[in-house]
C-alpha cells in the first residue's frame, strides 16, 4: 500500500494521466528542450506535474478553489513541517465523532455514512482552527486539505463525481489520510494560480502553453460542488437532491455558447512559443451534454492565427461515469509553433 497519496490519485473527469506519455512524445519530438511550461486549465495538476523538475519552471492554474489548494500542496515551493503533518495526520485518523455539524447535516447519509461525514466535517473544522491559531501555515493548510479530500474520494457514494450520489443504504468504511508525496526541490520555480484563464493569460509568458479546457457543457463547479465547498468551508446553503451551493462565480465560460469566442480570446492573447490543445472529439457524437462546444473548424482557424498547426491522435480511454468507454474517443492534441 502506498504510504503518500500522489497527485494523479484521484477521481477527476477528463484528467489526462492515460495520456501523459502521449504529450511527452510529441513535445519531445517538436520541441526539446524548454525553460517554461504553463499549464492553464490544470485540473488535478497531473500533467504540469509531468514536467516539473528544478530547472523548469512550472505556472498552473484552475478556476476551482479545491484545485488551485491541492496544485499548491503537490507544487507549490512554500516551507512546511513534515513531522508536524503527519503527526496530526495519524491524530486525525484516530478520530471518533458522535455529533453533527454542516458536513454531515447536508451531507451525511448520502455521499457518506452519516458517522464518516461527522468525521470529515470535524476534520475540516480542525483545520480552520489550527490555521487560525497559527499552528499550520498557508502550505500546511492546503496539504491537510488535498490530503481529506484525496481520502474521501475513496470512499464517496458516487461514480466519481458529485452530481448525483447512488441510493443505497452506506456502511461506515474507513477512510484514511496520508501525507502528500511531495518533491519541494522541484518546485522552486512554480507559480500557481486560480484565475480565470482568460485573465491570467495576460499576465504571463512561457516556452510552452498547455491548453486543456472543458470541451462541453459539463460544468466542473456541478461535478465537484462538495469538494469545493469543504474546501471553502464558508458553510453556504445547499439546495437540490445534489445539495449544490450557488456555483454561478465559477461556471466556466468554456462549456457555453461563448466557448469559441473565449477560445479565441485566450489564443491571441498567449505569450508562448509553443501552444499544446487538448480537445477530444465528441463533437455530436454522444448525447447533447457531451457535445463539444468549439467546432474543428473554428479550432483549426483560430490555432492557424498563430502558426502553422499540426494535430496527434491516440484512443483515450476516457473514465466516463462507470459506463463502458466510446470506442471512437480519440484524445487530440493540436500543436501550434508561434510564429504571428
Ligand atoms: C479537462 S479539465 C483539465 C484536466 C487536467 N489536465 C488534468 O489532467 O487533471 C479542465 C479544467 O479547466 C478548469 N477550468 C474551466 N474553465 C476555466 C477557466 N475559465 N479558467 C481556468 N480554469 C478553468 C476546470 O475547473 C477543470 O479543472
Known amino acids: 500500500m502506498d504510504l503518500n497519496f500522489k497527485i494523479a490519485q484521484r477521481r477527476y473527469l477528463g484528467n489526462k494521466n492515460t495520456i501523459l506519455p502521449f504529450i511527452e512524445k ?30 523548469t519552471k512550472i505556472i498552473l492554474n484552475d478556476l476551482l478553489y479545491h484545485n488551485f489548494v491541492a496544485l499548491n500542496a ?33 451531507f451525511g447519509n448520502r455521499y457518506f455514512s452519516i458517522n464518516n461525514a461527522r468525521k470529515i466535517g470535524f476534520i475540516r473544522e480542525e483545520i480552520r482552527k489550527l490555521f487560525l491559531r497559527h499552528k499550520i501555515n498557508r502550505r500546511e493548510k492546503d496539504i491537510l486539505l488535498t490530503s481529506l479530500n484525496y481520502s474521501i ?19 461506515d468504511v474507513k477512510f484514511e489520510m496520508k501525507m502528500l508525496n511531495i518533491d519541494n526541490e522541484k518546485n522552486i520555480n512554480n507559480e500557481i494560480y486560480n484565475k480565470d484563464a482568460n485573465i491570467l493569460i495576460r499576465d504571463i509568458e ?22 469545493e465547498n469543504l474546501t471553502l468551508w464558508q ?11 450557488d456555483r454561478t462565480h465559477i461556471k466556466s465560460e468554456y462549456c457555453k455558447i461563448t466557448a469559441t469566442k473565449s477560445f479565441e480570446d485566450l489564443v491571441m492573447n498567449a505569450k508562448a512559443k509553443y501552444i499544446l490543445l487538448s480537445y477530444n472529439n465528441m463533437a455530436n457524437k454522444g448525447n447533447h451534454r457531451s457535445n463539444a462546444r468549439i467546432s474543428d473548424e473554428d479550432i483549426f482557424r483560430i490555432l ?8 496527434f491522435e491516440q484512443i483515450h480511454k476516457e473514465f466516463n461515469a462507470g459506463k463502458k468507454r466510446r470506442d471512437d474517443n480519440k484524445e487530440r492534441v493540436f500543436f501550434v509553433e508561434v510564429s504571428k
Not at 238 to 245: D, L, M, S, Y
Request: hydrophobic residues 35%.
Open 26 to 55: 510529441i513535445i519531445k519530438e517538436e520541441i526539446g528542450d524548454f525553460n517554461s511550461f504553463c499549464d492553464i486549465f490544470a485540473g488535478t495538476g497531473t500533467v504540469g506535474n509531468r514536467f516539473n523538475t528544478k530547472n
Open 74 to 106: 503537490f507544487l507549490s515551493q512554500d516551507n512546511f513541517n513534515k513531522d508536524k503533518i503527519v503527526e496530526i495526520i495519524n491524530n486525525f485518523n484516530k478520530l471518533s465523532i458522535k455529533e453533527d455539524n454542516y458536513f454531515s447535516i447536508n
Open 153 to 171: 474520494d475513496k470512499i464517496a457514494n458516487t461514480v466519481g463525481h458529485y452530481d448525483a450520489y447512488i441510493k443505497k443504504e452506506l456502511k
Open 206 to 227: 512561457c516556452d510552452i502553453l498547455y491548453l486543456d479546457p472543458p470541451y462541453n457543457s459539463r460544468q466542473y463547479s456541478d461535478a465537484y460542488h462538495l469538494l
Open 235 to 245: 458553510k453556504p446553503k445547499v439546495e437540490g437532491v445534489a445539495k449544490k451551493f
Open 304 to 311: 492557424s492565427s498563430r502558426g502553422n498547426v499540426k494535430i
